[in-house]
Every structure is written in C-alpha cells, then in structure tokens.
C-alpha cells in the first residue's frame, strides 16, 4: 500500500473519499464495535445522569396533569391547541430526516448516507416517541386515549374516519412501526458482529437472540438486500404522507392561516429541515466524542448543509407564497391572520422564526461556513429553534385572533407546559445516550459495502494501476 | 467423520477478499454445484449472478400483504362508519371514499414492512441460533473481515472430492463441520 492512495476513494464520485483514514474492514470493525465495547465513560454518566432527571421532569408534569387536568396548561378558548400539539408537530418533523437519510437517500444511491443512516434512524425513533405522547397526553382523560383506535367497545363506538385527527394517528403510529422495522432490519448483521466478538456469556447470549442467527451467506443476503430495498421504497412515500397528514390537521380546518393548500409541502419540507439540522446537532456531538471523524467527514457535514440549504429555502419560499396568497385571494380574514403574524402581538415569534430558518441558512452558501464544525453546529441549533417557533407561530397566532375579535386573547405557556416540553428533551436523550452505550452508531455492515475493496472487481483494477 | 450419511456435512472453506470469493463462487457455479453459498460481512454487488442464484420472492410476499392491508383499511372504514357507527357529519355520505385514502395507505405500508422483515427472516430460516457452521472457530470472523464458501456435502467421498476443488480454486484453512 503506497502513502499517496491514503484515502479511499468513492466509487461514484472518485476525488472525494466517503471515509477517510486508509479503513479496511477489520479496522472500521474494530473502531465502530469499539464504541460499545469500551468501558463507559464517567461524561456519559454525566450526561445521563442530567438526561433522566429531565425525563423525570417529563414524566412528573404528566403524573401531574393526569391527577389535576389540562388547566395546568396555557390553553383555553380560544387558544385550545398549544405547546402540547406544537411540540407533536415540532418532534415529528425531527424524526423525518432519519427517514429521508435511511430511505429516500437509498433510493439515489447516495453512498454517503452509510455514516450517518443508523443515528438517524435512531433519532427518528425516539423523536416519534416523544411525538406520539403529546397528543396522547392532550385528550386530557389519558385513560380514554384508546377511543383513537378503532377498538370495538361496549359502547359500540367507532372513530371518525373522515378526520384528519384520525389519519394522523394511523398515520403516525405506521411511520414508528415502520422506521423501527427499517432500523432493526439494519441492525442484523451488526448484531451478529457484536454476537462473534463477544467476550463474555451474556453478552454473547443477548447478542446472539437480537442477531436471530445470522451467518452472513448471499443466500440469506439475497433476501435481506431485497427486504431493505422494499422497506426503503414503503418509507419513502410514507414519510412524505406523514408531514402532509400531520398538516392536514390545521388545512382541512377553516381556520384563517391554516385553510391554505400549500401546508403539505411546506411541512415536509420543514421537518426535513429540522430533521437535518437535529442531525448535525448529534453527529457533530457524536464524531466528537468518539472520534468518528474518519466516518462522519466534513464532507458528510457538508453535503447535509446543502440539503439543510434548499429545505431551508424552500420552507422561505413558503412564507413567501402564504403572504402572497393571503393577499391575492381577497379574503381579508386571511390577509388580516398574516399582518398580524408578522406585525401583531405575536412579532417577536414571527421574526424569530424568519431569522432563524430563512436569514441564517443563508450562511450555507459559503463553504468556510459548511467545513466549519462550530458553525455548523451553531447553525442547526438556531434552525431548531427557527422550527419549533414555526409550529408556535401556525399554531398559535391563527387561534389567538380569531373570526370574532370578542374572542381574542394572548395565549402563554405556564410553568408546566414549559417543564413537559423541556422533559421531552430529557426523555429523547436518555434513549438516544442508551443506544450510543449500547448499539453500533455506525453501520458497520454498510460502511464496509462502500469500501473500495468491497467491489469484486477491485483487485484487477488496483492491478491495473500499477 | 460422520458415522451415518443421514447428516449432512459442511466444508468451509476461507478466500482472503471479496474479489477472491466472488470469483470462487464463478467456479463453484460453473462446475455445477448447487448446495453451497458464500458468506461475507457485506453483500458483495453481483454475487447472485455469480452463484447463479434466483431473484428473491420477497416481492411478491411484501405486495401482497400491503394489498390486503390495504383493502383491509377500506374494509374497516366502511364497516365503523356505514354499518357499525354512522354518524352524519355535514351531511356527507357515510362511505367517503377519498377520506378513506391515508388510513388505507397507512395500512398498506404497515402491511408491507411487515411483510419485508417478517417474510425476510422466514425466507432465510431465521432466527436459527443453532448451525453447524456457528462450531468453527475461525467462521467469527465472517461478520468482521472474513469471506468463506460453505458447501453441503451428503456423505465423506462427497465431502472429500468438495475439499478438494475448494482448495484447488483458491480456499484455504478448509474445515469440516457438522452438527
């Protein structure tokens, strides 16, 4: 092995290396199992530690509003949707860059997608699940949460199909079952790495019923190769389907400001881009505190700001066409809905949002700014903030300056909407600092696929070179 | 050696790269044997046209549960809201159609993912925690860095006559396991 071919070389795109560091395959092995077989460190205590007492925050403030109601929280008429549906919206849309990357990546062929896929499958997951407690938690009588699905009841009563409320829960509930078949589907192969490198009996044991057995032959390949390639081609239009779902629930209202067709795009459009951004936010973290740099490049950083560019335009893009539309339709309802965002009580939330999502992307432009760790990093934290303020300002300020200005009001969070949103913060760490402990971040399988000496034509070519 | 020839034996055999494996399995296919497969950490691009293997059905299995799901989707919704619980919603019509659409693709979907990895691990016999090809040692490594060829042979005069055209294309560290 001469010093000058000292990274491997993409095969789609020669001149720009997808891992870097000269890997083979024992050593990609050895670093990304390394991970979770090392001894754990004293930060990782650290940070659970803090973690889980914010899921203990979450956890309490639903205790406590099981025990005493919804009056603990900021709504009331005519602001009946607050944090609880913003925060739905908000965790959902992070769980649609997992998603993306995993499936619809696959589908181009972005090779570079193999570094980053398995953590954003992961986040996908643990972001639904804090999703899917919101709305649970919202009906108030949480016992009765089950009416959503259709259970035949002594009752004798059904849910109401033509709802999007409804959608939104098979809707939903289908894109966790499904992103977790994908991820654990995944997960095989890298389990049974785990299982064969195993040291001790439980380890072993425990590794070897989640690897099912697997012995790695093309026969068994055959099948599973076949099995990713469908459930990416389901995920790819499910995950489109589940944004516009969720964004059904405010267009098919009447309410001024949502009643606008352009809400499925633009919402998919935004959780890609608060999806990518969540991304970047752990990657950076992750390939930091494990060493990854070698898997997770700036190249890999790079092109996720470029796709975090054009969502991030496409979401300004969308700001742009309400305001327009608002204006054009003659409707004044509408156009008044949109003044008031931009100009009413509600300004700072609205600027915010414009500042974040729209004005900093902008920065993406300028390769300094996309091979800059510290600002890549500052960067998606202020696009999360710009997209959780997005949720606020649709949810919010449409409802708050209704048909009837006797109705009006100022809505703001309490203390306990604050503390179950902040929870939920704790509760999606402490599942994604247990898989970091106890699954393989990278997928090894994957990575190892992408490896210039994984083409079975490779020797000759390298022959050929001289 | 086995004593009866009612249990099957397997030759392992190692190849150092995936070019080498993919190349061994060429051979494998051309002198007309059947029952083996090549094991690697990774599928290795080609390798069925290699071995001469046939596109998998899994496709067929994961289209048609999301056609049931998906026609169980309509079913649901024209039962709970025509037969079981019709409620008059805007003097729309009880079986809505067009708003059955996102239930039923869900369905669908959830159907079909099912199907994928449910009907993958049927197709390859999984879980199987216990093999004969799990008593060698050294096969460890074909999750990490090692490519192998494992071949069924029915009885020793097979087994040894498999021994041998696996070394002479290039195995080495050949082992004989059974169960």
């Not at chain 1, 459930?231 to 964004?247: C, D, E, M, Q, R």
């Not at chain 1, 092109?303 to 991030?312: D, H, Q």
């Not at chain 1, 760490?429 to 399988?445: D, G, Y």
Request: proline share 4%.
């Amino acid at each position: 092995m001469n010093t000058t071919a000292k990274d491997t070389k993409s095969l789609d795109n020669p001149g720009t290396p997808l891992i870097t560091g000269n890997q083979s395959f024992h050593s990609v092995t050895e670093k990304i199992s390394g991970i979770v077989e090392a001894k754990v460190s004293p930060y990782w205590y650290l940070a659970i530690t803090i973690s889980s007492l914010l899921a203990l925050v979450f956890f309490g403030s639903i205790g406590y509003l099981v025990w005493e109601g919804i009056g603990i929280w900021g709504v009331n008429v005519p602001v009946g949707w607050g944090f609880a549906i913003i925060n739905f919206v908000f965790w959902v849309g992070i769980g649609h860059a997992g998603t993306l990357i995993s499936a619809i990546l696959f589908l181009m062929r972005q090779r570079w997608r193999t570094s980053i896929n398995r953590f954003a499958e992961a986040m996908t997951l643990f972001a639904i699940t804090c999703a899917l407690i919101f709305p649970g938690i919202h009906v108030g009588r949480i016992w009765a949460a089950y009416w959503m699905f259709p259970v035949p009841n002594q009752m004798g009563m059904w849910p109401n199909f033509r709802s999007p409320l409804l959608w939104d829960v098979f809707a939903v509930s289908t894109y966790f079952t499904a992103s977790l078949l994908f991820w654990y589907t995944g997960l095989i192969p890298d389990f049974a790495t785990l299982r064969d490198r195993a040291k001790t009996k439980w380890k072993r044991l425990i590794m070897g019923i989640l690897a099912l057995g697997w012995r790695g032959g093309n026969r068994q390949w055959k099948h599973y190769e076949l099995a990713y390639l469908i459930l990416a081609g389901i995920s790819t239009p499910l995950v489109l389907s589940v944004h516009s779902v969720v964004s059904t629930d405010f267009a098919v209202s009447l309410v001024p400001g949502w009643h606008t067709t352009i809400f499925p795009p633009y919402f998919v459009a935004g959780a890609i881009f608060s999806g990518f951004a969540m991304v970047m936010t752990l990657g950076i973290l992750a390939r930091k505190i494990f060493g990854l740099e070698d898997f997770i490049t700036v190249n890999h950083l790079d092109k996720m700001s470029k796709i975090m560019l054009v969502t991030g335009m496409m979401v300004g893009y969308a700001y742009m066409m309400e305001f327009f539309i608002a204006w054009y339709s003659g409707n004044e309802y509408e156009l008044f809905t949109f003044l008031n965002r931009a100009f009413g009580p509600y300004a700072w939330a609205y600027w915010t949002m414009i500042t974040c999502n729209v004005l900093v992307p902008q920065l993406f432009w300028f390769k300094k700014v996309r091979n800059s760790i510290g600002a890549l990093f500052v960067i998606s934290i202020l696009i999360n903030i710009g997209m959780w303020f997005e949720r606020f300002v649709i949810v919010v300020t449409s409802l708050s300056r209704d048909f009837l200005p006797a109705n009006w009001d100022y809505y703001s969070p309490t203390f306990w909407d604050i503390a179950t949103f902040v929870g939920s913060f704790g509760l999606f760490l402490t599942l994604f600092l247990l898989f970091v402990r106890f699954v393989p971040i990278i997928s090894m399988a994957e990575v190892k696929g992408v490896l210039p000496q994984a083409d079975p034509h490779h020797t000759a070519k390298e022959q050929a070179k001289g | 050696m086995a004593d009866s020839n009612t249990k099957e034996l397997y030759i392992l055999a190692e190849f150092e790269s995936a070019a080498a494996l993919y190349h061994a399995a060429e051979k494998m296919r051309d002198a007309g044997c059947r029952h083996f497969d090549c094991h690697s950490p990774f599928p290795i691009h080609g390798m069925d046209a290699a071995m001469g293997l046939e596109r998998s059905p899994l496709g067929w299995i994961a289209g048609l549960c999301a056609t049931f799901g998906a026609l169980g989707g309509v079913a649901l919704q024209w039962y709970a809201s025509t037969i079981a619980y019709p409620l008059v919603i805007s003097g729309k019509p009880f079986f809505s159609f067009q708003a059955y659409l996102p239930v039923t693709f869900a369905l669908g979907v959830l159907m079909a993912a099912g199907a994928s990895l449910f009907g993958m691990l049927g197709l390859n016999r999984l879980p199987q925690f216990h093999h004969p090809l799990f008593n060698s040692e050294r096969f460890k490594r074909v999750t990490d860095d090692g490519f192998f060829i494992s071949a069924i042979a029915v009885n020793n005069a097979e087994g040894d006559k498999l021994q041998k055209f696996l070394e002479s294309i290039g195995g080495s560290n050949i082992e004989v396991l059974k169960d």
